[in-house]
């Protein structure tokens, strides 16, 4: 299995970004996909899974209504949509795969790209 996420970059805060995660290996409709970031000196944070019916959980307040999960199953890729961009989401943006359900415990699942960079700036 391989997960790959993109997309990333240098942006200005209140822009839009659309990072991808494309999964090799297996079929996104059996799996969670849940993304995830971490910024300089802190810990992992989950922000929002998408199931496996395609609903989506938000984990963290401060992306809600900003950020939003979307699965295009045809090409076994997952999109986290970000608008209103904010210094504080600067971060390492990563994307992993779960067997079964959504879970806000990072430990629990399988399958980890290797992050794709955002930064923010003012």
């Known amino acids: 299995v391989q997960v790959e996420e993109s997309g990333g970059g240098s942006v200005q805060a209140g822009e839009s970004l659309t990072l991808s995660c494309i999964i090799s290996?297996?079929?996104?409709?059996?799996?969670?996909v849940g993304w995830f970031r971490q910024a300089p000196g802190k810990a992992r944070e989950v922000i929002l899974c998408?199931?496996?019916?395609?609903?989506?959980?938000h984990y963290t307040n401060s992306v809600k209504g900003r950020f939003s999960a979307s699965r295009y199953p045809p090409e076994n890729t997952v999109y986290l949509q970000i608008h209103k961009l904010e210094i504080e989401d600067t971060a390492t943006y990563y994307c992993?795969?779960?067997?079964?359900?959504?879970?806000?415990?990072?430990?629990?699942?399988?399958?980890w790209g290797q992050g794709t960079q955002v930064t923010v700036n003012s």
């Open positions: 992993a795969v779960r067997q079964t359900r959504c879970s806000d415990d990072w430990n629990l699942y399988d399958y």
């Open positions: 290996g297996l079929t996104i409709g059996d799996y969670a």
């Open positions: 998408s199931s496996r019916t395609g609903g989506m959980l």
